[in-house]
């Protein structure tokens, strides 16, 4: 700690490593068939040259610089080199369409903009004139650009080389610039998606996002030798934590896959010993190594479910170090390499140290899971506006339905109303430009605001059962936090999405989404033939398979006093899958939940009324950005509720 | 890989043939056809089937000798050509019915390409000491790059055999391209492709082209696509030139229009 | 099941095109070599040594020799045995007359001798393919051998035609003829092996490797990239032959300790061409498998029925043997074309995707 | 010198000297010939229907010869035996199609040559374990004296061998000509694709080319064995037809038969009047370096088709 303690900001943290772990990779990319990597002090003249090149252009301290690309090395070096120069990194999501990205880089007045490729620097060259602050835009892929001959528009390898001779000449620069970085300046502005209207910035301080970073490094014991793959977006707060941040903290090197959609086999190759992922991705491997098995030999089959079931009974115990017999260790031993071990494998989990996963609740099963594998997978809860951290499971003592207890350093409380705060080194500086929101989120006293409802339970630990605004309740007056709900449902492999309505209403109702990949497999299993995802939608038994899930939620709910009387009465399955590029989903692929209750109204009324059925027509929009309308007769169908009783826990488990 | 100046993206001649007479037992395949390819121009041969388009193409790499008639290359005669020497000399292709080595992988068929560009002795490859290793490596980064640049990334390893047909084809241009040839003939390079893998392969076509600087000659008897791609086009039809010029030229020509378009469409 | 290949990835070209590039079958294979130096001279009496790994060993590098020709360049050939005693002859003249030069260059200069042969040979394939082509490799069996018997020089006018090898020694242990103990027979040859096996390997993922393979797929395109056909046979006959005529010299030195024409007759080449088949067309591990196949299929069935308690008369046993034999291969054709090699590829493919099914 | 001498000069002196032993020679050649010719019929007619490769057509004609001899040493009168013995062998093409070419189709030439070195192992075991290894005199009563033609003796066996394979020849030209079996084998031949467009049933074919093959192995057997008896050695005649099929082209029926008497008698006259020079046993090699020469004028042999390659 002490030698890092006067490393209080990026550029010296990158300096230190350049000395202290010159040799040891920092970053790798797989390029051209292998994994070129880059050791630190590699990346460090880089940068340094880089930094240079980008002051020559006429980046200034306090300019925001927009990043706009997939994870790629150049792209973490935009943002070393930016910070180099006191200039604020804004990386920005690259599957956004070219209106999204011009909100935000007009927002945030960004000087330059660096790209990945044609496709990004077209999207940015076809707004630049409704970004009047955008000055230079630099692009990492020269393919297909030779040709374009804005005068603004840099290949990054003559502003690097550029920078070199800078570099050449004035060997002192370099330090001069570090040294005047500054640990409470800001570091890094991250767009929150924003569920609810535009995306707002948040400004994080070196020392934000560095002490947190390092609390956690501290707390989980990561270091030089771990390996990551930064595969999820860069604008987003845990790669910058997980793949940026603590790489540079931890030393550990940061892996950039060759493309999105060679994630899998590059987390293959590679095999993190750190691995962060949200609960949707847990859930569809899951859903495609069950699927994958379906094929196998009887046998096979056989033995992979024996095992398995004997890894849920006793895997967690071993992994969290209870005691169990020595014959069921020997049985899990002997699972260990028939199936776990080769599994891991298969996946390219089997180095993992470290898995986190965040963001909405995890399916307990799905959850179990990966840890009765001997995958050390833990819940933390966290937001851009905490840099991440404010609470993590503690080893040892991980249970499903938490998200552990606050993270080092950090203070959390339940307000009355049951919204959660918190305060810590992590909280944000400011919303970007504005302090009205601002100063709504985060008091004076340093508590700030989550928006989501919660409870410790009885050993502390902190429970989310839903975002607080969300949380209403039914005419009855009993409370409903549709979130609640919407997660029991989507824990089911077959269901995908959930929105629960009730609010001032007479009882509970949802809108059901099923896994196409899931369901469409289970259809063709019992030969059922379907062309859509809208045809399969209608199949009657589909909805059979749908109210069973219904009414097991039901019966679960039922076993809750607080929630038991928001059981579902009626649901319906939506004739299309929810899609971000409609604005139902945001890009983290969070429900809109308020847009979607006005799209699909006369849906709602009719779940509301006694109606068998609705019809309704939908637009939407395809990969290509046409539009186009589907429409349908959505059926609606009534499922079983059960009354309260704490003793059908059993049956709900089930 | 050369650069060139898109701007000035063509130069002087680079091949010729000249008053080409070419006849199996008698049948006459091809009667005193001349015409010449620019440097770092994209110059397509079409007309209808049979109409002598790749006897034209085997007479310039030489696989058919022409009983009259000759073929010039950067300035020098060839009486006749053949294919070893096409190959030294710079000129690479592609075949309409692909003929890749079907018993190796992408990998292997492309750094087949680099065959001309290796030297190691045969002792150097059975210790894989020296020269073997080193040549092995270097060409394996050239090939990645061609790997890179055909967007083939995801089958480096997948024996050809395995392929569809559309990726077959792409590979077969690329261990073309391995080659680092100063002419590229393409024999129907979009033969039997949707209209997808067309625009694709158009693409790729105009981006060798342009990031290389290679001169390409190809086949196709799909007019619309040549049309857009070509500097200057050949019409042939039973044999013999019907016209040559620029694509609008070409199309307009009354013979053309009658010969041609009046066959295929 | 076995594999765990999560984290094993590759940072160079050097790692990504070595040979058994994933981790475990690299600890397997030098598991093996050093299993087959060490353990296996030590536990293995001379029956096991003697009679059944030195016949292998040295079929399998004849069997690389042939895999050589006729997997990787494509090219058919019934000649193998006629290539083999070439080199026998060949070096039991050096060793007979040059013998201060030691065994190992006796056996390499009777591979070069063969090597000459080999090219002489194939020249005809320039202009014949596939069957035409076995008929020329046909003649240098039938003349080759003619002249080894007939030309009393070969044999050094030795009067019974089938003169004895001398004893040689190599670095200081004796290796060749009758009293050299088995072990240093075994570990002479496996010597050899290895060494072959390896250039073998090598060879074939290089420049000329991928010559003889793209002749063999498509000659027409081959020559478009500038792949002489004339060197590429050549090359091919020429290799292959050194190794067909290393391995008969080993044959005669390490094994029978004779140089005798019976042993390189035409079965001799059947039983080559077999093995490639068998182990596998262009593989390299193949030769090695369809080898071990080939030969100890037959003492297989040979002991087979005392095993279940028949006891048959020997000659219906012997007809038996052929029978079953023959009924074997072209089971074995049917069920896998691609021979024992596919089949290991296949397991280990099950292996690495475990416990998926694919 | 002398050498040379006896390569250039002596072997022609010999032959002007005494024209009626040359003569002799020639005709024990011929003999020795039709047999190659018979077997190399044999090979034709399955690779011409086929395209396979058939290396077993040798232990065929062993086989066919063992039955046969054996049914009469059991006791059987000769046309009853005959009789068993064509149905043994049409049974046998039956097997082949059904267990072996079937499962074979499609796969590369290579393998399936493979799979008829596996038959030929496997028919010679089957007929040495039923019929025992050991040598057995055939007679079936032919003509075994000898005429006198000049100072030139003539076998009547060998006249009669050549009548009989000469007719075979003619019965097969018939066959393929006249039976609409026959013109479906030669559309076969042609092309495979074309064939089956007008509706040939391919194992059909296989099952009828295998049959006659094993019908003309059967007539080799007893030509070859009545003279010889019937032995091992029978099934390496087989190679011998290799480069018959070289001189005759692989697809040639006159061709096989021309080719045939030309290696016989090649290869006798090299024997006796320039073994010598060499220490003798020439023979073994002749038939294939003779062979090996005339490819490099004429590939496809004497009557086969040009072979013409195309881009």
Redesign the interface.
């Known amino acids: 700690m002490t030698e890092t303690n006067k490393l209080d900001t990026f550029p010296k943290l990158l300096r230190h490593n350049a000395e202290m772990r010159a040799k040891r990779?920092a970053i790798?990319e797989k390029?051209?068939?292998?994994?070129?990597?880059w050791t630190w002090a590699e990346v460090y003249e880089e940068v340094k040259a880089y930094a240079a090149g980008l002051d020559k252009l006429g980046l200034k301290a306090g300019d925001h610089i927009g990043i706009v690309g997939s994870n790629r090395p150049r792209l973490y070096w935009t943002m070393a080199a930016a910070q180099f120069l006191g200039a604020i990194p804004v990386p920005v999501y690259a599957d956004g369409v070219a209106e999204e990205l011009q909100y935000i880089l007009d927002n945030a007045e960004v000087t330059f903009v660096v790209t990945e490729d044609q496709e990004q620097t077209d999207k940015i060259l076809s707004v630049q004139e409704n970004v009047p602050t955008l000055k230079q835009i630099i692009f990492d892929d020269p393919r297909?650009l030779?040709?374009y001959d804005e005068d603004n528009l840099h290949d990054y390898v003559n502003v690097v080389d550029a920078g070199k001779q800078v570099v050449k000449k004035d060997l002192a620069w370099a330090d001069r610039m570090i040294d005047a970085t500054k640990a409470e300046k800001a570091s890094i502005m991250l767009y929150t998606s924003g569920t609810t209207g535009k995306p707002k910035g948040v400004v994080l301080s070196h020392n934000n996002i560095l002490i947190t970073a390092r609390n956690a490094v501290d707390l989980e014991g990561l270091n030089e030798t771990d390996?990551v793959l930064a595969y999820l977006p860069m604008a987003w707060v845990g790669d910058h934590i997980f793949s940026y941040a603590q790489s540079l903290v931890a030393g550990f090197c940061v892996s950039c896959p060759?493309?999105t959609d060679?994630v899998l086999n590059d987390l293959?190759?590679?095999?993190p010993t750190y691995y962060f992922a949200p609960p949707r991705i847990f859930e569809s491997t899951l859903t495609t190594v069950m699927i994958?098995?379906e094929?196998?030999?009887k046998i096979?089959r056989k033995?992979?479910h024996y095992f398995m079931d004997h890894a849920r009974k006793t895997g967690v115990d071993i992994l969290d170090g209870k005691s169990v017999g020595l014959l069921d260790r020997i049985k899990y031993a002997i699972g260990n390499?028939?199936?776990y071990?080769?599994?891991?494998?298969?996946?390219?989990?089997?180095?993992i140290r470290l898995g986190y996963t965040a963001g909405e609740a995890i399916g307990p099963e799905i959850f179990e899971f990966y840890r009765s594998l001997g995958i050390n997978l833990k819940q933390l809860y966290g937001m851009t506006e905490a840099s991440v951290f404010v609470a993590i499971q503690p080893n040892g003592e991980i249970k499903a339905d938490t998200v552990g207890v606050p993270a080092p350093d950090v203070e959390v409380k339940v307000e009355d109303n049951g919204e959660i705060m918190y305060r810590g080194p992590g909280t944000f500086m400011e919303y970007y430009k504005n302090p009205e929101s601002t100063a709504e989120t985060k008091q004076a006293d340093g508590w700030v605001h989550t928006g989501d409802a919660g409870f410790f339970d009885e050993d502390g630990h902190i429970k989310i059962i839903d975002r607080a605004k969300d949380v209403g309740k039914l005419n009855d007056g009993t409370m409903m936090a549709p979130k609640y709900i919407e997660n029991k449902l989507k824990f089911f492999p077959n269901i995908k999405e959930a929105v629960a309505f009730g609010h001032d209403r007479d009882y509970c109702a949802a809108f059901i989404n099923f896994d196409l990949e899931a369901v469409g497999n289970w259809a063709e299993r019992n030969n059922i033939a379907y062309a859509s995802y809208q045809e399969l939608a209608a199949h009657p038994e589909v909805y059979k398979i749908m109210k069973e899930h219904v009414e097991a939620v039901n019966r679960s709910l039922a076993t809750e006093e607080r929630v038991a009387g928001s059981q579902i009465k009626r649901f319906l399955v939506l004739h299309k899958a929810l899609d971000a590029d409609d604005g139902e989903l945001t890009r983290t692929s969070k429900v809109r939940r308020k847009f979607v209750a006005e799209r699909y109204e006369p849906l709602i009324d009719a779940l509301y009324s006694d109606k068998t059925s609705c019809h309704i027509e939908t637009e939407v929009t395809y990969e290509d950005g046409r539009k186009g309308s589907i429409s349908a007769d959505v059926q609606i169908m009534d499922a079983d509720t059960f009354p309260f009783n704490a003793t059908a826990m059993a049956a709900a488990a089930e | 890989m050369t650069e060139t100046n898109?701007n000035s993206r063509i130069g002087e001649e680079l091949l010729s043939v000249n008053n080409i007479d070419l006849s199996f037992g008698g049948v006459k395949a091809l009667t005193d056809i001349s015409f010449n390819i620019n440097k770092g121009e994209i110059r397509s041969i079409i007309g209808p089937n049979g109409a002598g388009k790749s006897s034209m193409l085997n007479v310039i790499n030489g696989f058919y000798q022409p009983q009259v008639g000759h073929v010039r290359f950067k300035g020098k005669d060839y009486t006749p050509m053949r294919p070893a020497l096409a190959a030294k000399s710079g000129i690479a292709r592609t075949f309409q019915n692909i003929a890749l080595f079907k018993g190796m992988s992408t990998l292997d068929n492309i750094m087949t390409g680099r065959y001309l560009k290796m030297h190691s002795s045969f002792i150097e490859q059975a210790l894989y000491i020296g020269r073997a290793k080193r040549e092995e490596l270097e060409h394996?980064?050239k090939v990645?790059?061609i790997?890179?640049f055909l967007e083939i990334?995801?089958i480096?390893k997948t024996p050809v055999g395995r392929l569809p047909y559309g990726l077959q084809k792409r590979v077969e241009l690329a261990r073309a391209l391995a080659m680092e040839p100063e002419l590229l003939l393409l024999d129907e390079p979009m033969a039997g492709m949707n209209l997808e893998e067309k625009e694709d392969m158009s693409r790729y076509i105009i981006?060798v082209n342009?990031?290389f600087g290679t001169t390409i000659a190809l086949i196709e008897h799909d007019m619309g696509v040549v049309m857009d791609l070509s500097d200057r086009v050949v019409v042939l039809d039973y044999g013999r030139k019907l016209a040559d010029g620029s694509p609008d030229e070409v199309s307009s020509n009354q013979d053309v229009i009658d010969a041609y378009l009046g066959v295929s469409h | 099941?076995f594999?765990?290949?999560?984290?094993?990835?590759?940072?160079?070209?050097a790692?990504?095109q070595s040979i058994l590039s994933i981790k475990l079958d690299r600890y397997f294979v030098i598991g093996l070599i050093a299993f087959g130096v060490i353990v296996v001279p030590m536990i293995g009496n001379d029956y096991w040594l003697g009679s059944l790994l030195i016949p292998v060993l040295v079929l399998s590098i004849a069997a690389l020799g042939l895999n050589i020709l006729t997997g990787y360049a494509g090219q058919l050939s019934l000649g193998t045995g006629a290539f083999m005693a070439t080199g026998a002859y060949m070096a039991y003249k050096v060793a007979t007359n040059l013998a201060f030069l030691g065994a190992p260059v006796a056996i390499i200069i009777g591979g070069l001798s063969a090597a000459f042969a080999g090219v002489l040979f194939g020249l005809p394939s320039l202009r014949i393919k596939g069957f035409y082509l076995a008929v020329t490799t046909l003649a240098a069996q039938f003349f080759l051998l003619w002249l080894f018997t007939h030309v009393d020089w070969f044999v050094n006018y030795s009067i019974s035609g089938v003169p004895s090898i001398p004893p040689m020694e190599f670095f200081g242990v004796l290796i060749s003829g009758a009293e050299a103990t088995t072990e240093a027979r075994y570990l002479f040859v496996l010597g050899f092996a290895i060494i072959l096996g390896l250039a073998a390997r090598n060879l074939a993922r290089c420049k000329m490797g991928r010559g003889w393979m793209a002749i063999r797929d498509m000659d027409i395109a081959a020559e478009i990239i500038g792949i002489d056909p004339l060197k590429a046979k050549l090359s091919a006959f020429a290799i292959s032959s050194f190794y067909c005529g290393v391995a008969g010299a080993l044959w005669a030195f390490c094994f029978i300790n004779t140089v005798e024409p019976g042993a390189y007759d035409i079965n001799r080449s059947f039983q080559i061409l077999f093995m490639v088949i068998i182990g596998g067309l262009g593989s390299i591990l193949g030769s090695f498998l369809g080898a071990a196949f080939i030969v100890l299929l037959p003492i297989f069935l040979n002991n087979a029925p005392q095993w279940i308690g028949l006891n048959l008369t020997s000659d219906v046993i012997s007809h038996m043997e052929i029978m079953i034999f023959g009924a074997l291969i072209v089971f074995f054709l049917i069920v896998e074309p691609h021979g024992l090699a596919r089949l290991w590829q296949i397991a280990k493919e099950k292996l690495r995707?475990?416990?998926?099914?694919? | 010198m002398e050498f040379l001498y006896s390569i250039f000069v002596t072997p022609f002196v010999e032959m002007w000297t005494a024209p009626e032993f040359l003569a002799e020679v020639v005709l024990g050649g011929l003999m020795s010939g039709i047999m190659y010719s018979l077997v190399a019929l044999g090979f034709v007619l399955i690779f011409k229907a086929s395209g396979v490769f058939n290396f077993a057509q040798g232990v065929m004609v062993l086989f066919a010869a063992l039955n046969f001899v054996g049914l009469i040493d059991a006791g059987l009168p000769i046309v009853v035996a005959l009789i068993a013995t064509i149905l043994i062998m049409v049974a046998l093409a039956f097997a082949i199609e059904r267990v072996v070419l079937r499962n074979l189709v499609n796969q590369e030439h290579i393998i399936l040559f493979m799979a008829t070195i596996g038959i030929a192992y496997f028919l010679e075991g089957l007929g040495e374990m039923i019929w025992g290894g050991d040598v057995r005199p055939l007679n079936i009563g032919l003509p075994d004296d000898v005429w006198f033609v000049g100072d030139i003796l003539i076998q009547q066996s060998e006249v009669f061998a050549a009548a009989v394979a000469g007719s075979l020849v003619i019965a097969l030209s018939l066959f393929f000509q006249y039976t609409r079996t026959g013109r479906a084998l030669r559309a076969v031949a042609d092309d495979h694709q074309a064939a089956l467009s007008v509706g040939i049933p391919l194992n059909h074919i296989w099952i009828v080319v295998w049959a006659v093959a094993g019908l003309v192995a059967l007539v080799a057997g007893i030509m070859w064995g009545s003279k010889f008896w019937v032995q091992f050695s029978l099934s390496t005649i087989a190679l011998k037809a290799l480069p018959v099929l070289i001189l005759g082209g692989f697809t040639s029926i006159p061709g096989a038969i021309i080719g045939g008497l030309i290696i016989g008698a090649g290869e006798k006259v090299a024997e006796v009047f320039w073994g010598a020079a060499y220490g003798g046993a020439i023979e073994e090699w002749f038939a294939y370096v003779l062979a090996l020469i005339f490819l490099f004028f004429r590939p496809q042999g004497l009557f086969g088709e040009k072979i013409i390659e195309r881009v």
Do not use: C
């Open positions: 990779p790798r390029d051209h068939g292998i994994w070129q990597s297909g030779r040709d390996e060759e493309s060679t293959w190759e590679l095999g994958r098995m094929d196998a030999s096979k033995m992979f390499t028939l199936v071990a080769p599994l891991k494998n298969a996946l390219g989990l089997s180095r | 898109t394996r980064e990645e790059e790997i890179d990334e995801a480096r981006d342009e990031q | 099941m594999y765990r290949e999560a984290g094993d990835f590759k940072t160079s070209y790692a990504d995707r475990w416990p998926f099914p694919y």
